[in-house]
């Protein structure tokens, strides 16, 4: 495992720095339509595992810490972004952080659809199945689970303002990535705007209030905008996704088993409402209770790649969330512990109390009377025997 930065080294940079962890795929390509955006406040250093990476995600919490601790020696300001599989290795890798009781390496923590509750789902059992599946299943597998990633219609992006949005720089970031990545996001890109132009000529010669004059032209867009999936089987050969599933479900065992109390970090969770891969928003209310500060910011209608659909903006979102260099993020609230802060007052505060309860204690406090051998009531106990 290695870190790289898609937008090339910034000496002298004094920007934040902004740690992301991919999800199961482990390139980071899910990041790189957010890449030109989140470089104008952050550096960005993303973790990449070759395709036959055996390393252990629970072992990965190392490379991620000593990646963190250089830039912390560094005086850089980080916030680690765990996506996916990489939200539950950044929760790993503050958990330990806490136990060992060592200061946060890190300024502030976002997940985005952390796999905290991918024991709640089929998936763990399916790696079994990948294995054994031929190469031509397979092969055709990522097109078949391609709309459960996103959603295919806010991919469309129909009016054409994300596509107006983004630029010449986001291709030439985005062509950094590693491997059969390399230049898929410029392919991507091309595409896209033929889609919209073929959505754009159908759409006009549809009948009032339909939306597409055909279904076949509208799943033929929908294919051609999404390039990459047909090479996921070569950057996620079916041994690899089936040894990273079974490592995710484990790992997510062990994190969901520990003590979440020690850990003080400021936490932002980003929460798909449409996630049909895991139940993303139950799992981000699961961590909201289990840290001290830590929110839930919705992202709406949106699967489980949030970051490769339309209308999300990570770096707006840090923006406002208070995440970039000009804001830095709020102090989280250390719980009191009153017990141990207790301290008994001195003898002048206690002789206050007993005056402040004369009137008190003349009013409700019970009065003693005891009875003599003769019969007589006498106040008070004196009568009572030894």
Same mark, same amino acid.
């Given at each position: 495992? #290695? ?28 990041? @790189? ?31 991620? /810490? ?5 830039? &912390?020696?560094?005086?850089? *300001? #980080? ?11 950044? +929760?790993?890798?503050?958990? *330990? ?6 200061? @946060? ?6 997940? +985005? ?5 991918? !024991? ?14 031929? $190469? ?27 596509? &107006?949005?983004?630029?010449? =720089?986001? /291709? ?6 590693? !491997? ?20 754009? #000529?159908?759409? =006009? ?6 939306? %597409? ?36 479900? =484990? ?8 003590? %979440? $109390? ?9 929460? /798909? ?16 209770? *289990?840290?001290?500060?830590? *929110? ?45 802060? %207790? ?21 409700? $406090?019970?009065?003693?009377? @005891? ?8 106040? !008070? ?6």
């Amino acid at each position: 495992p #290695t870190f790289f930065s898609p937008l090339g080294e910034r000496p002298g940079s004094r920007k934040p720095v902004l740690v992301y962890i991919p999800g199961l795929e482990g390139t980071g390509f899910t990041l @790189s339509r957010q890449v030109e955006a989140l470089g104008e406040d952050f550096d960005l250093r993303v973790l990449r595992l070759a395709v036959d990476d055996r390393t252990r995600p629970a072992e990965l919490h190392a490379v991620v /810490s000593a990646e963190l601790d250089a830039l &912390k020696a560094r005086g850089r *300001r #980080t916030v680690l972004v765990g996506e996916s599989l990489g939200g539950v290795i950044a +929760i790993d890798t503050i958990q *330990r952080a806490a136990a060992h009781e060592t200061q @946060s390496p890190v300024d502030a923590v976002v997940l +985005i659809n952390p796999a905290t509750t991918i !024991g709640a789902t089929p998936w763990p059992r399916f790696a079994d199945v990948l294995e054994a599946l031929p $190469s031509n299943v397979y092969s055709a597998l990522p097109v078949a689970v391609a709309p459960l990633l996103a959603n295919p219609m806010r991919l469309l992006d129909l009016d054409g303002k994300e596509a &107006k949005r983004r630029t010449s =720089a986001e /291709s030439d970031a985005a062509a950094s990535l590693p !491997g059969p990545f390399k230049g898929m996001a410029a392919t991507a890109r091309a595409r896209l705007a033929d889609a919209l132009h073929a959505v754009a #000529t159908t759409a =006009a010669d549809a009948p009032a209030g339909a939306r %597409w004059a055909s279904p076949d032209a509208l799943l033929a867009n929908l294919e051609s905008l999404l390039p990459t999936v047909r090479e996921l089987p070569h950057v996620l050969p079916p041994a690899t996704l089936a040894f990273r599933l079974r490592e995710l479900s =484990a790992l997510a065992r062990e994190v969901n088993g520990r003590d %979440w $109390s020690p850990v003080r970090q400021h936490v932002l969770v980003l929460a /798909s409402d449409a996630d049909p891969i895991v139940p993303s928003r139950a799992g981000a209310d699961a961590i909201r209770k *289990r840290i001290l500060g830590a *929110r839930v910011r919705e992202l709406g209608e949106v699967g489980h790649a949030a970051l490769l659909e339309n209308g999300v903006d990570l770096a707006a979102i840090l923006r406002e969330e208070g995440l970039t260099a000009e804001h830095p993020p709020p102090v989280v609230p250390t719980p009191r512990d009153f017990v141990a802060e %207790w301290s008994p007052p001195c003898a002048e505060r206690q002789a206050e109390a007993r005056e402040s309860l004369t009137y008190l204690r003349r009013l409700a $406090s019970p009065k003693f009377f @005891s009875t003599a051998p003769s019969g007589m009531r006498l106040p !008070g106990l004196v009568a009572v025997p030894d």
